[in-house]
């Protein structure tokens, strides 16, 4: 409807960062209105606009508009319907009016960081196919100002090495300063002349090409760029990651994002080193040699735990009191013990071939627990599940050899003496 009564928006994103406005239509909550005050967030419709609405991966433009009578921030900006540009604002001072005269305004460092964001989506993309081949085509990709990520046809993660070479042929091209232009012609001359299309995308008759160093990157795209590769600055890999089957999807950082980001990368080494009491060289085999030591620790700390409990374990058999020729040991759990484990190691010290029982009692959450472990040499009456179920009223299981089970209302010193009782009826 607007698109009808007030014709195509005037779109100069690719010429201008500032323009003299007039507002066409203000929509709240989708309802045209005839002004906006401060605090209100609409959507505004300008005859003219330097603003990049969001399109081909390319973040919308931030800025602002300032009229007469108020100002507003400029969220977001899209395209519902080609030829109409619609501006997301929020009114930041007194209000906004149908059919005012007001200043958009892009904010220039932002459009600076967009602009270099998307020249350095096209550079990698083309080393992305100088390394990896010409089938590694781009199949989505996104970029704001400092950020960009791009998702390709390619099965398998790419070695660092690889990576590295991707990442050094892309900081080349903004070494050589590689001139970057945008021409319109007929879509089947964009084609003969190899211009990378996206797959599945529409486009029209005649069609935008954007060339970095003429040849190198050709493709179709309607996005802003710099006019020369080295005003990307540098461009450095932050990630590389699957996104389905057969895609894989780069992230990489720009201009002073990217020096950033390296400085980072920078200042964590050196941190590490200052730790390490290393050198920035030698600290991978530093980090090394000292996850091998904490391992080795590791396993000596075990052993000495189990050499510990084996002791104890032989000593408690050495204290085992002697019922009607049955070796019989008691013992209430301390809070660490693993009840079951220290059971057999008791009865490990015990002869086999001669009866033996051993009890191990434990308190846990409201319950008493009972292991009751028994040499080979014990007679059927004295059979470990049997003592269990004897001392716990009926609960527990297990074998004549190994039983256990837990009860409430005992102690574990009762449930002892009644497993010593029955033992010594035999
Ligand atoms: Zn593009």
């Known amino acids: ?41 609409v959507a505004v419709v300008l005859d003219v606009t330097p603003f990049y609405a969001e399109s081909g991966g390319q973040a919308a433009d931030a800025g602002r508009l300032t ?20 501006h997301q604002v929020r009114v930041t001072g007194g209000q906004l009016t149908v059919g005012a005269r007001l200043t958009a305004q892009v904010d220039a460092r932002w459009r600076l960081g967009a602009r270099q964001a998307h020249s350095g989506t096209h550079v990698l993309h083309a080393a992305l196919r100088q390394v990896l081949g010409p089938t590694a085509l781009q199949s989505g990709s996104y970029n704001r100002p400092g950020y960009l990520r791009l998702d390709f046809a390619w099965t398998g993660s790419l070695s660092p090495a690889t990576r590295s070479e991707i990442e050094d042929v892309a900081n080349q091209a903004l070494r050589d300063d590689l001139p970057v232009t945008a021409r319109i012609m007929p879509l089947a001359r964009a084609r003969e002349i190899g211009a990378l299309a996206l797959f599945g995308e529409t486009y029209d008759e005649q069609v935008r090409v954007v060339e970095i160093g003429g040849a190198w990157s050709r493709e179709l795209c309607g996005g802003t760029h710099v006019s020369r590769s080295s005003q990307i600055g540098v461009l450095a890999l932050t990630g590389e990651s699957s996104v389905g089957a057969g895609h894989r999807r780069v992230e990489a950082v720009v201009g002073l994002d990217g020096m950033r980001y390296l400085a980072r990368e920078r200042d964590l080494v050196t941190q590490l080193a200052a730790q390490l009491q290393s050198s920035r060289e030698d600290l991978p085999a530093r980090i090394t040699a000292l996850l091998d030591r904490a391992r080795a620790a590791e396993r000596r700390a075990d052993q000495l735990a189990r050499e510990l409990a084996a002791q104890r374990a032989r000593r408690l058999a050495a204290d085992a009191v002697r019922v009607n020729g049955t070796r019989h040991v008691g013992v209430v759990a301390a809070g660490d013990d693993n009840p079951r484990q220290l059971a057999e190691l008791i009865r490990a010290a015990l002869p086999e071939n001669e009866p033996g029982v051993v009890a191990v009692a434990a308190p846990a959450d409201r319950v008493t627990r009972l292991v009751v472990a028994t040499t080979a040499a014990t007679p059927a009456t004295l059979g470990a599940v049997h003592l269990v179920k004897t001392a716990l009223d009926g609960r527990g299981g297990g074998t004549a050899r190994l039983a256990q089970g837990g009860a409430p209302g005992r102690t574990p010193e009762e449930v002892l003496a009644i497993v010593g009782g029955a033992v010594r009826a035999g």
């Open 1 to 41: 409807r607007i698109l009808d009564s007030a014709g195509p928006t005037d779109w100069r994103a690719y010429t201008d960062l500032t323009t003299e406005s007039t507002v066409v239509a203000l929509l709240a909550d989708g309802e045209p209105v005839a002004a906006a005050s401060e605090g209100q967030i």
């Open 67 to 86: 009229g007469p009578d108020g100002t507003a921030e400029v969220i977001d900006v899209q395209r519902p319907i080609k030829g109409l540009v619609v």
